[in-house]
């Protein structure tokens, strides 16, 4: 009997010898069947190779010395989502942030018509405590003759005192005809209560246009802004998924790779739907111009992303270019909307937030192309704190950056329409 055979059969021994062990008392069973799971665990955690003992396609970072899972099972992979290696914290960050911005979408879906500020609307009590319902109804019967009791007004009334604070009054609106018999009577004033400047402080149909015109504006639409939600959640979940499961098989990395880059590339290309679409709504030749060149630009760079070559650790820094270039195509909407919407803080405001979102990324692809920090002491950032860590957190911050700056576009094109 050879050694190998011999070991076969003594492999074979034992297990009939357990299986004995089993039919004579479930306690031996069971406690060698932990014994099995744990030497099974602790086989596959000693797996954990260094760099040099990586298959090629594996070799991404030299400065990351050990602690590489290298073509694991997948249900090891499975669970190695709960052990210390080096992905473990690249799967972590953005698994987190994937969950974080699926919070973010449930809110803002439920919240849509109440995530706006209503800080415009503060002065309302003082108005209505002033104002002089005989003189309003007296001014309005001119064009309202169907009204002599002006029952919706006294109910607007009594409602805003009671219930302003919590502006729980927008649900019973729905019942009320006020509001389209007031656009019905004063079509011009409503219609361009938020544009026009030069009103008499003292008029009496200003207080009303002041009073009722805000109610008079709908939401628009937010498909650019979910667009936006949904980019970010899907490049995060591509990410977290590709840093747990490239290391199974070289085609199955090749895969999850570029489904990574594919991520990428929608996350960048979706951040500017909310900006250029609200920014140009009420100019649509340039709000489709823009649209459509981002829009083409990601796609493009998906499918570039594709090629073999693309995925190479030689290419790292034409990556981090690419994904730079497509960011800065958002520099030319951002100083038109400037140009047109010099005077109009929400501009400024959300320009502000796009800037920081803008330094985050940037700042997040330097440090992925440059290696920083495991460049200066290989080995140390092996687990914690190395580029592409600092990378994924940098590019949850500036992706949250710019829901704040949906928030406020939103808000803007509410309040004020075109």
């Known amino acids: 009997m050879t050694s190998g055979e011999y070991k076969d059969w003594d492999a074979s021994s034992e297990s009939f010898g357990n299986l004995f062990d089993c039919e004579d008392g479930s306690t031996v069973c069971s406690k060698e069947g ?21 298959p090629g396609y594996l070799r991404d970072n030299e400065f990351i010395l050990g602690y590489y899972r290298s073509e694991w099972p997948l249900k090891q ?17 953005h698994l987190i942030g994937f969950f974080f911005f699926l919070s973010l979408t449930i809110y803002t879906a439920v919240e849509a018509p109440r995530v706006i500020d209503l800080s415009s609307l503060q002065y309302f009590p003082d108005m209505i405590r002033r104002a002089d319902l005989q003189k309003i109804r007296s001014e ?12 919706d007004l006294l109910k607007l009334k009594i409602e805003l005192r009671t219930s302003f604070p919590s502006m729980d009054f927008f649900s019973s609106l729905s019942g009320w005809n006020v509001v389209e018999l007031l656009n019905n009577c004063l079509p011009d004033q409503f219609s361009h209560a938020f544009r026009t400047v030069d009103h008499d402080p003292n008029g009496v149909k200003n207080d009303m246009v002041k009073l009722v015109a805000p109610l008079m504006v709908g939401p628009i639409t937010r498909w650019p802004f979910f667009a936006f939600l949904g980019g970010a959640m899907f490049c995060l979940l591509a990410s977290s998924t590709c840093h747990l499961l490239a290391c199974h098989s070289q085609r199955l990395s090749y895969i999850m790779l570029r489904v990574d880059y594919a991520g990428i590339a929608a996350l960048i290309a979706t951040s500017f739907y909310p900006p250029v679409y609200y920014s140009f709504m009420c100019n649509p030749l340039f709000c489709y111009l823009y649209l459509g060149f981002i829009t083409v630009l990601g796609v493009s760079t998906i499918l570039f992303s594709l090629l073999p070559f693309f995925q190479k650790p030689g290419f790292r820094s034409y990556r981090a270019s690419l994904f730079f270039a497509m960011g800065l195509s958002g520099v030319a909407p951002i ?16 320009t502000g937030y796009e800037i920081l979102m803008g330094i985050l990324y940037g700042l997040g ?9 495991e460049r200066w002491k290989p080995g140390k950032f092996d687990i914690a704190g190395h580029s592409h860590q600092l990378f994924h957190i940098l590019v949850v911050a500036g992706a949250y950056t710019h829901y ?9 094109r509410d309040q004020k329409g075109c």
């Open 34 to 54: 932990k014994e099995k799971r744990l030497r099974k665990k602790v086989r596959y955690q000693r797996q954990l190779v260094e760099y040099h003992s990586l």
């Open 77 to 93: 992979i499975f669970l190695s989502i709960f052990s210390i290696h080096n992905e473990t914290l690249n799967v972590w960050t």
């Open 140 to 151: 309005i019967l001119n064009c309202l003759p169907s009204l002599p009791n002006m029952p």
């Open 335 to 350: 100083i038109h909307k400037l140009i047109l919407y010099k005077h109009q803080p929400e501009a400024l405001q959300t």
């Open 365 to 373: 692809a330097l440090i992925y192309s440059a290696r920083i920090p």
């Open 404 to 412: 704040h700056a949906g928030l406020v576009y939103l808000r803007w």
